[in-house]
């Protein structure tokens, strides 16, 4: 059998390894030795590496092929797998149809029969229209300290893994559904492991390992694109960090199947849990389940969020969720959460009705936070009671934002909605409406009564210590506070409609503590200051804004 002095010389040295019983091979011009993870390193920044190349049926008659044997087709000019009962083709999604000149000289050349040069595209060219290669069959866990590009065949899910220099990646393939010949095959190739074992019959190169894998060429984008291809080459782009090759025509990138979700932060309450995952690589979709089970699983389609309700406070509840796309679906991501009310991560869904305390009918979902500067033990509602939607700014005066206002020590809500409101004032001349030595009672808290047992309308000790922690001098500090506190006026006693007490912006919010009886205490603020007014001026009467606390 001829050989060139180069693939000669390869032999030589794979021969000397092998007799030592070496963990590893490298194929390059530069003496390096091969990284530590590779069961064969083939090296270059201007050739590739060939696998065989065969037509589709050539391939269909390769006889009793190895699980994991991958080979070129020619006919589909795309990478095929023997995956232990069907051949798969691996898709790709081109990415370049740049190319350049051919690279000097030649790289290794394995072949059997025939004396077969190397391409000069290829650093390592595997030649045989009977035999594929068999690239190191193991887990990805297997591998300490991967190297980027390192490619393996993943003996628990039958996919062909490489790294990316952060993460293992599975290559998206599909079943061409022919499986392979049974017929019987001689042993003629080439076997790099420390075992000293043959390679299997169905390979021309049979590389071992069950803690290595193999790594091609590896190069950035401009030196792929100074390669003048062979079709099947194929080198890892460390720009890219993409496996990539060339199809006759175009550089193609491997599909890859999408990498499993990593868990979000989720939102539970005493009866539901708001389950949250993130985004993932490659994903068009994602299925959620409450047993680990594909086929059965709610298609979610782009959502990375689920709410399931009519759960049991307390306890504690198991998930699951995969990414998927065309062409095939991630490993399970599994979510573990209880159903409880947690402060900052848990939200509070409220069906307001109309009557003695809502002003209308809808349905609102409360945000909730805590560690707030001065009462960091404490939980807040992150909106005003009755507002449907975060404040957009600062002086956003919109109804939505702004929530229902209270008089002090009064059940009943009021809505802006730019008429007066003829019960607002309750005897005329409205200053003198309401007279009573009271704070505000728990029977008459609008919390207490909308969100549920516990909840309550801050004090004013709680109003000043947040205050005085979050140093607020103007409006801009309860705005950029956690909770959001933004301008959304009043309900003035005199007229029943919005209006301000200072150039028409600013928030106030009362607290539950009076300090005569005709004045309770509230916070206020505009763009010029902020305090927790305890004078006289500002009475029971006028209509304030809530927010609850916990």
């Not at 595997?126 to 069959?137: A, C, F, Q, W, Y």
């Not at 305390?357 to 005003?384: D, F, H, L, M, Q």
Request: contains cysteine.
């Amino acid at each position: 059998m001829k050989k060139s002095f180069l693939t000669f010389l390869a032999l030589l040295i794979t021969l000397a390894i092998f007799a030592q019983k070496s963990s590893n091979v490298a194929i390059n011009t530069d003496g390096s030795l091969p990284d530590k993870s590779a069961m064969l390193d083939v090296k270059s920044t201007n050739m590739g590496m060939l696998f065989p190349r065969m037509t589709e049926t050539q391939r269909n008659s390769l006889s009793s092929p190895a699980t994991g044997l991958l080979i070129y087709n020619t006919t589909s000019n795309l990478f095929n797998y023997y995956s232990g009962g069907s051949w798969c083709k691996i898709e790709g999604t081109v990415v370049s149809s740049t190319t350049g000149s051919t690279a000097p000289g030649g790289g290794v050349s394995m072949s059997v029969g025939a004396d077969v040069v190397a391409d000069k595209s290829a650093m390592l060219d595997v030649s045989s229209t009977t035999k594929g290669v068999l690239i190191p069959r193991t887990l990805p866990q297997s591998i300490s300290s991967p190297a980027a590009g390192l490619i393996i065949f993943n003996t628990s899910t039958n996919k062909i893994n490489y790294y990316n220099g952060s993460q293992w990646k599975t290559v998206c393939s599909i079943s061409t559904g022919t499986a392979g010949a049974s017929t019987s095959q001689t042993s003629a190739g080439f076997a790099i492991n420390s075992s000293g074992e043959a390679p299997a019959p169905s390979a021309v190169l049979d590389i071992q390992s069950t803690d290595k894998g193999l790594l091609v060429p590896r190069m950035n984008e401009w030196d792929k694109n100074a390669i003048l291809p062979t079709a099947g080459l194929i080198i890892y782009n460390t720009f890219a960090n993409t496996l990539q090759f060339w199809n006759g025509s175009k550089w193609m990138r491997l599909n890859e199947a999408p990498v499993t979700p990593t868990s979000g932060t989720h939102s539970p309450s005493p009866t539901e849990i708001t389950w949250n995952w993130n985004t993932a690589q490659e994903a068009s979709g994602y299925k959620w389940n409450t047993s680990d089970n594909y086929a059965t699983a709610t298609d979610m389609g782009g959502s990375t969020s689920k709410t399931e309700t009519g759960l049991t406070n307390g306890t504690s509840y198991t998930r699951y969720v995969w990414a998927y796309n065309s062409c095939s679906n991630s490993q399970v991501l599994i979510l573990t959460a209880t159903a409880q009310f947690v402060c900052g991560s848990s939200s509070i869904n409220v069906n307001h009705v109309a009557g003695s305390v809502a002003p209308e009918t809808k349905s609102v979902t409360y945000g909730t936070v805590t560690n707030i500067p001065g009462e960091t033990s404490k939980c807040w509602i992150t909106r005003n009671l009755g507002a449907s939607q975060q404040a957009s700014g600062v002086n956003d005066k919109s109804e939505a934002s702004a929530g229902w206002y209270w008089q002090f020590n009064r059940k009943q809500g009021f809505k802006q909605d730019g008429s007066p409101k003829s019960a607002w004032i309750p005897s005329p001349g409205g200053k003198t409406g309401i007279v009573e030595s009271s704070d505000w009672t728990s029977g008459n808290d609008p919390c207490t009564i909308e969100l549920g047992a516990g909840w309550r309308i801050p004090t004013r000790s709680e109003w000043e210590n947040v205050k005085n922690s979050g140093n607020w001098k103007d409006w801009n500090g309860p705005w950029n506070s956690g909770l959001r506190l933004h301008g959304a006026l009043c309900l003035w006693y005199g007229s029943g409609v919005i209006e301000s007490w200072y150039s028409n912006e600013g928030g106030t919010y009362w607290s539950s503590s009076q300090i005569y009886p005709k004045y309770g205490i509230q916070l206020m603020f505009y763009s010029a200051g902020c305090q927790v007014w305890t004078g006289l001026g500002y009475t029971k009467t006028d209509g304030y804004s809530v927010r609850c606390i916990k």
